[in-house]
């Protein structure tokens, strides 16, 4: 079943962003490291392109991502123009510490010392967009949690001297293009729970575990991932951590739940959902359904053991 989430106040917190984005000089866009260009809102390419301003690409949350996929990423965004890609963790001090000079070389008429450095962050919900604007301002100025579109309003803040600082809410996009985006979005959590079964996405993100990280997912539930498919690894993982219902059948919701847990806090390794390859094999495949009148798979095309 595709996934569409599109909350009601994400409209307005679009048309503010539009109207705040003319009195800005640099748009830091945050994104999911595991999924960046699934986990990028192409309203907000848009609004910045209409607007001519750069973009600082923040592929946030790289810690947990593989750094094979991420180089491969940073290469591919770095070729377009206007726009500057770093792989960073929120979380670690001494990379938001470097976003500050970052949107300087992106907007070096604002280094002159007269007018201020003025950025904007930007992106989809739960990517670390309120914990990168915590620790840029050294303090607790925005709402942290651990389901998406906790920040609900915008606010601009000075940053320090010559510098001030615009955070946004999450922003969705009307309607999600591809259902692997979908899919890959729910499973890195920045789509409320309400819009998705947690058993279907489970279940995608199972087969691509198995696809490329065969190795991972045997050693986190210690089991022999030959042979399996996604809705055989959410019923293993289901055995293996007592996800029971009486009688002793699987408690396949509870199993789905602990594989999305275990991917979503890094406990499976470091894992990426897409590259730039395998995004464009899944768009071409899905566009050649789409020119045959066919249903569109809602998985993307995946690749032998890429670990």
């Known amino acids: 079943m595709p996934i569409q989430w599109f ?32 986990s990028s809102n192409p309203m907000i390419a848009e609004l910045r392109r209409f607007r001519n301003r750069p973009c600082l690409k923040l592929l946030n949350k790289s810690d947990l991502a593989d750094p094979d996929a991420t ?44 007018k201020p450095l003025r950025m904007m962050i930007m992106g989809i919900p739960n990517v670390g967009k309120s914990t990168l604007m915590n620790a840029l301002l050294k303090r607790k100025a925005a709402k942290v949690g651990d389901e998406p579109a906790v920040t609900k309003h915008q606010q601009t803040l000075d940053l320090g001297p ?16 591809f259902d692997s985006d979908g899919y890959m979005l729910a499973a890195s959590h920045a789509i409320g729970r309400n819009a998705v079964i947690d058993e279907e996405v489970a279940v995608f993100l199972g087969d691509i575990l198995l696809a490329r990280y065969p190795a991972l997912v045997a050693a986190r539930y210690r089991l022999d991932a030959a042979g399996l498919d996604g809705p ?14 009486k009688g002793g059948g699987i408690d396949l919701e509870k199993a789905a739940q602990v594989l999305l847990q275990d991917y979503r806090d ?23 359904a789409r020119a045959a009148g066919e249903p569109e798979s809602d998985q993307a095309p995946l690749e032998d053991d890429e670990e």
């Open 7 to 38: 909350p009601g106040h994400m409209a307005s917190a679009r048309k503010k962003a539009a109207e705040a984005m003319a009195a800005i000089d640099v748009v830091i866009e945050v994104t999911d490291a595991r999924l960046p260009e699934a």
């Open 71 to 114: 180089h491969a990423w940073m290469a591919f965004y770095n070729r377009q123009p206007g726009v500057k890609a770093v792989a960073i963790s929120a979380r670690n001090a001494g990379d938001v510490a470097r976003i500050p000079a970052l949107c300087r070389q992106l907007a070096p008429h604002r280094d002159d010392g007269i």
């Open 162 to 177: 010559g510098q001030t600082l615009t955070d946004t809410p999450g922003m969705m996009w009307p309607k999600i293009e």
């Open 232 to 245: 055989a690894l959410v019923e293993a993982v289901g055995r293996r951590r007592g996800c029971l219902v």
């Open 266 to 288: 890094g406990a499976l390794g470091r894992i990426s959902l897409e590259t730039p390859d395998t995004r464009a094999a899944m768009i071409a495949v899905a566009c050649a």
